[in-house]
């Protein structure tokens, strides 16, 4: 168990992800204060943190939704770059951020399935118009990840007509479908009534034990213990403290940490 | 009710329904495009592109076709520097003139109802796409394009149907449509009622069809908005 | 019925027939010669603008009791309304642009006396040579139309337009090569071109294009008419026609 | 400087009438709106609620109105109106003409027409109220009026104002082509003054300004009336 | 701990609700096949059941948002009387309608506040226009009411302004402001997050402590363990089971309950 305030060094090698001294200001607010982690293959890494310690926000930057102020970025051994515009960072190239998010899952906490396509045509859409990959295969691995998740006897319905948790699980079928080195899930089950949230754990588990490498932002603590790892706490922008899930929840972590799962009786 | 004098007027007007349907094709089809760019600018980070397009709007919603159909067809030839340029040839035609006035108009309207289907796309089905990978054109013809045509469409019928009978205005600059047709009717055998609801009964049916069109044109994209199909 | 006020109705935008001055008041030919028939008739009259394009179903319906508007009489509107005697008779000719090849066709200067019907005129098949592959613009559904479609429609590109004034400006662009209509209509044209415009060929006169321009009446009204056809008889009678004509359109129309 | 004098307000200027001729427009417009708000919310109300006739009413009503050149439906109330009038007026014993006045027959015109979209407008703007607001206002035992007046009417206008804000702009334009009942608008002034000048152009472009001019006042007018009806709403909820 | 399949006697008591036998479709769908319960002043019943078993369904029908089929109601000891019209049960007078539902206080699961009114005036709608209580007094009622669920601070602001919490601690004061005599409360809290769900409860514990009588279907397996007196278990449109937490969560009901809460490690 380490307390994390210190840079780690941005070792280029087998890392899936690499982050390294990531800021982020929103205005005057200041909502990422240097992080840095690295996720090496099949790493399942849980971030715990209460509501606005910036955990979306971190997952954000790391696919670049949001650009980070500063820090560096490694996604699969490949450097992000950026340059200076008008004293704001920006990618250099908009190809490579392209490219960098095709290698990046990312699953959403609201699905953010698009509604006016089928399930089959939400998975099929990446592979065929991004990875621009045969029609006919694409479909093909879509069915057997949809078969997967589970939900293979809806692919032709659409997004409106699933509940909660098929429409998760689609979403992660579409993320799967670019077959990305690394996974980003943001709170996937919280907005899941306690049977959905069993069932898309479950889908989270088997990608584990395949080795895919994952952050998972989560307030679930059994997934959290059992699941990932290892464990993040994120505190006001930074990493309060990190380290195997046995020893985090045996209560070898910093006191903020205790007090956050305080309510959990695992 | 004299059978045989509605008869013949509407054989008449009947003879001038192609004219006014290549003017509503035409001026539909330029007026759509001339709208993607003005959305295109409008939407643009540069103030200058977005100042300018909402000039243009408000100058071609704010103001009665009639008007710019004249400035267009009569304003335009009083300068010499058009006349005696390559346009010249173009401009010269009345029916490039009608079209052309038509197209401005609606693209100013258009570009208003776009813009408006613009903004209904959820931020966080662009993200999703984003996250993916998507950008650009890619983007906006999978994603941004398809739904913001969907959300559009109802208003974009109600635009349609008005450019039919906005045609009517086309004989100011002598293309004789529908309903100038009826006018010069009207001033040959001075019956107005009768040969203005010969008129009344073709637009109504012109636009009905279309109508019903658009509908099965928005029942056919929303299929993602209905109920599921019942599994029994 | 007793005839103590009665209403007309004119356009007030064809200029010089009658015209709205910038305070709003009507003037013009038309409106002078209107008060002096009422004066005549010792009938009170209100002068009201209207606009053309529904100013004859509006008499129909009652909305005013006299057309007084450049309206020629016609067989057709005579279907629908009835007419005073002509208190004008105007020529019609063809206008063109003052460079152009056009100009100075055979015939500039003078006037030709037709009858209804009249084919065969020398002069009319000079131009039918001089015009071939023009472009001729008339006013939609005037009796002029049906001239120039019958004597050019074969040889010369025809555009009929809603207005006068329309055509006019199309003429000075060189959209169209030529103009046909009426010749006091185009004298005010010609002042406001500057001299761009001038007529070609001869004038059209006599009774081809109808016996000239009357008053508009409800056909039930014969009283009305029977009053107003005296006055102008006394008007033209006394020269009234003829002054208020030198005055407002340089030349005489009476008929 | 002669473009001075005669679009001025001199003796010879035709300031005065322009001016007068788009109060005139403004005047037509604003009542046609308020008929057409009148027939809007029937024609919405039989087309929501109604049963099979009333809702075939409505429709019959949106598809006419919407679907036939707005020149006839004002020759139609104009004529028609007018021939209406009289009659009723010779069968209680009345010789002679009794007429619509223009300006009633252009409003009335110009607001049936305006009803037909305003009714679109409303339908529309009930259905975006959230069903779980009337199920709330229910439950709380609300009788139909109540719902109604506290529920419904308020956000239904709410909702509304963007829709009413078009439809104002298209009245005031149908409102040109009242010039054929002889009523003194802004675009039969404008044309007047061009057939009595023979300055077409110049008085067509100052005609098309003044449509500018009113258009913007109205536009900010709107503008305001949404931020003010939005104001329980988030910042960046669908504003310009 | 009753298996409940027969049909309980109303006894128009003291029962704050009783419930006979309803029975409720959907074109063909049966969605509650014969329903009967009973309400006793004080009580608070936790409604569980998978997704689709019915339980909004029911309470809908209780405070007659939908019509059962078939059936009787009593609130607070007064019979809704029904009669039919085309085949088809209908309330026989709009007005008992109207005064049966201003004593059923119903929260829903999306708040459904009135987003034109701010906070305060959503309180006060009812008492103020249903009730036609003076407007002073209500007030003064409304913000006694907004500081006991702790969102005083809140009531000049409109609904889109507030956090979810915020908005379902609204909705309660809203209808506490009814001065209802049953509280009927469907998924309070299923769209909250972790923490927003322990402050909602808590407002609900204290409502149950003061004698309120509360129908309330959850998810949240601690709530109807530790704060209701009595669980029911609906399953396919039925009562399963029923009976006091105690003997229900200690593995004294029916096999599928047991199923149901599977994952529950309470
Ligand atoms: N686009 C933005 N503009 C301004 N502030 C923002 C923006 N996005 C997030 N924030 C702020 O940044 C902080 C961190 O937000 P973030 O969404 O990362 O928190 P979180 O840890 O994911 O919380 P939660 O568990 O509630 O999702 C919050 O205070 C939020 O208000
Ligand atoms: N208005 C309706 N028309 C048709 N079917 C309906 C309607 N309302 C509900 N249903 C159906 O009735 C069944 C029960 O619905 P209900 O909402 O009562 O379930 P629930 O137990 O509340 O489920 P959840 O936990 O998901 O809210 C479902 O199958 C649903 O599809
Ligand atoms: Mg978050
Ligand atoms: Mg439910």
Redesign the interface.
Known sequence: MVHEHSIEPATATVNRLSVRNIRKKFGSLEVLRGISLEAHDGDVISILGSSGSGKSTFLRCINLLEIADDGEIWVDGEHINMIKKHGRNVPASSKQVDHIRAELGMVFQSFNLWSHMTILQNVIEGPVHVLKRPRAECIAEAEALLEKVGIAEKRHAYPAHLSGGQQQRAAIARSLAMKPKVMLFDEPTSALDPELVGEVLRVMRSLAEEGMTMLVVTHEMNFARDVSNRVVFMREGQIDCTGAPAEMFSGESSPAFRQFIGNFRG | MDFVFILQTMKTLLAAVPMTLALFFLSIFFGGLLALLIVWMRVAKNPILSNFAKGYI??F????????M??VF??LG?FGFIRYSFLWPFLREPFVCAVLSLALCTAGYTAEIFRSGL?AVPVKEIEAARSIGMSGFLLVRRIIGPIAFRHALPAYS?EI??MV?ST?LASLVTVWEV?GVAQRLISQTYR??EV??C??AI??IL??VI?QAMALLEHRLSQHRRAAPRLS | KDWKTVTI?L?????PWN??????TLGGFEPELAKYLCDQMKVECKL????W??MI??LN???FDVIMDALSITEERKQVIDFSIPYANTHAGFATQKDSPLANAAGTGAVLKLTPGQTGIAEVEAMKTAFKGKTIGIQAATVYAKFIYDNFGSIATVREYKTG??RD?DLESGRIDLAFDDAVYFG??FE?ANGALVFTGPEFGGTIFGIGEGLGLRKADTDLKAMFDKAITAALADGTVKTLSMKWFKTDVSP | MWIVEVLGFG????G??LV?GALMTLCVTIVALLIGAILGTLVAWAKLSGGGVARTLGNAYT??F???????II??V???G??AV?AIGRSLGYE??L?LPSFAAGALAVGIISGA?QA?VYRGAYLAI?K??L?????????RS?LFR??IA??VI?FAIPGIGNVW??SL?DS?LV????L?DL??T?????????Q??LF??A??CL??I???LSDRLFNRAERRAN????SS??QA
Chains 1, 5 share one sequence.
């Open positions: 408000f100058v919603r704010g103001s009665p076709l009639l008007i710019q004249f400035l009569y304003g009083q903004r109600t149907v008005m009978k009517a309903t107005t009622m203005f609801l008129a009344a637009y109504l636009n009905f109508l | 109705t356009e007030g935008a064809y200029a015209v709205t001055n910038p305070d709003g009201v603008a209207s606009d394009d529904g179903p509006a319906a009652g909305k004034a329309e400006l005010t044209t406001k | 003796q010879k200027g035709w005065g009438l007068a598809t006419v919407r679907g036939v050149p707005e020149l006839l020759y139609l104009y004529f028609g007018s021939g009289s002679g003409f007429g979209y679109e959230p779980g607001e199920e709330a206002a229910e439950a709380i035992g609300m009788h109540l506290r529920i308020p956000q709410r702009q298209l334009k040109a010039s054929v009942t002889g003194a675009m039969r404008s044309q007047v003054a061009a057939g009595s000048t023979r077409y152009l067509f472009i005609g098309g449509y500018l009113l258009t913007s104001r329980s709403m988030p909820f669908g």
